[in-house]
């Protein structure tokens, strides 16, 4: 019990320095390499990106399909589900297929957002069922799980 005490201190007093100057090395990585600017900028797309399909979800359950609190839990629940079973089902095959050609790494991803995009539209404009929209966050996600 005693010997910890000291021992954690030392790792306490060290930390900030090694931190400080981990943070510093990133900045000046950031500052020089475009390419960790452009990387940086893709993952906070992707984070916005993200983070609009749940709006759409609510958007879609409450106003176009006009579902009480109960459904709307219900169907967010089951499109929660899919693109669970989405990612867990498709991660072992990306796995598989990026460890045997890493030139698949950008052209899978490319290709599926292509699909997706062309897709979006039509899913999104027309969908006047509530099961074309899940089928639709299950294309999303199938769609977007390679990246």
């Known amino acids: 019990g005693t010997t910890a005490v000291p021992v954690l201190r030392e790792a306490l007093s060290s930390a900030p320095a090694q931190m400080g100057q981990a943070l510093r090395d990133f900045a000046v990585c ?6 960790v600017k452009h990387m940086i900028m893709l993952r ?11 709006a759409l979800q609510l958007y879609y359950f409450t106003f176009v399909f006009q579902m009480s609190k109960g459904e709307r839990l219900t169907y967010f629940s089951i499109g ?3 693109m669970g079973g989405v990612e867990l089902g498709l991660a072992p095959v990306w796995s598989k297929l990026f460890s045997h050609s890493t030139s698949m790494m950008l ?5 599926l ?6 897709l979006a539209p039509l899913f999104v404009l ?3 069922d509530v099961r074309l929209f899940l089928a639709y966050i299950f294309l999303w996600r199938v769609c977007n799980s390679s990246y």
């Open 30 to 35: 950031v500052r020089k390499s475009w390419l």
């Open 44 to 54: 906070g797309l992707q984070g916005i990106y993200e983070t609009i399909m749940p």
């Open 80 to 82: 929660a589900a899919l």
């Open 107 to 111: 052209y899978v991803p490319l290709a």
């Open 113 to 118: 957002r292509a699909v997706d995009v062309a």
């Open 126 to 128: 027309w969908v006047q």
